[in-house]
T-cell receptor, first 113, second 113 residues
């Protein structure tokens, strides 16, 4: 039972354009959401997060949008750069869920120069 | 400040052998976690710890054991290795509980043949 789903295994975008990575969740108790970025042979690194009391959080080129009614969040990268090519994981946790952060399967982003 | 350090980076085990994956963090984080990542899948939580002397099971604990005798170290023990344990293992730590980003090590790639 996948509680966090990233339905696009990969995404290819031209340098300078917008990258939009999507994530859906099923557990309505989730109230904190994170995006991690992972390069080959390295561990995931934290990118940006959003609490369920917000619908948008911005950090430089990265913006996360949360639509609670649709149980959907998305990560926008503008403008995309070749160095953004990596696997992006969506993750979620619940205040009542103990300390379990649930991860999606990841989306591999290719940014073409 | 090394962050989260995992050893070894790679290991090949024969079926039935045992080994310990080492994890150490120097950020004085109370919370530590072990995840495994299988191809095309997200990270699955194996075990976690909220402080020295306290550990608990995650989503996929069978076949593994952990201990937490110090704040810094959180080793993962595999007893009687099986091919299903072939995976990449990530150790992580966090400052606080559910709403605190995880800091990951660079992983241990384990193959059981």
């Amino acid at each position: 039972d996948q509680q966090v789903k990233q339905n696009s295994p990969s995404l290819s975008v031209q340098e300078g354009r917008i990258s939009i990575l999507n994530c859906d969740y099923t557990n309505s108790m989730f109230d904190y959401f994170l995006w991690y970025k992972k390069y080959p042979a390295e561990g995931p690194t934290f990118l940006i997060s959003i609490s369920s009391i917000k619908d948008k959080n911005e950090d430089g080129r990265f913006t996360v949008f949360l639509n609670k009614s649709a149980k959907h969040l998305s990560l926008h990268i503008v403008p995309s750069q070749p160095g953004d090519s990596a696997v992006y994981f969506c993750a979620a946790s619940a205040r009542t869920g103990g300390f379990k952060t649930i991860f999606g399967a990841g989306t591999r982003l290719f940014v073409k120069a | 400040n090394a962050g989260v350090t995992q050893t070894p980076k790679f290991r090949i085990l024969k079926i039935g052998q045992s080994m310990t994956l080492q994890c150490a963090q120097d950020m004085n984080h109370n919370y530590m976690y072990w995840y495994r990542q299988d191809p095309g899948m997200g990270l699955k939580l194996i075990y976690y710890s909220v402080g020295a002397g306290i550990t608990d099971k995650g989503e996929v604990p069978n076949g593994y054991n952990v201990s937490r005798s110090t704040t810094e170290d959180f080793p993962l023990r595999l007893e009687l290795a099986a091919p299903s344990q072939t995976s990449v293992y990530f150790c992580a730590s966090s400052f606080a509980g559910y709403n605190s980003p995880l800091h990951f090590g660079n992983g241990t790639r384990l193959t059981v043949t």
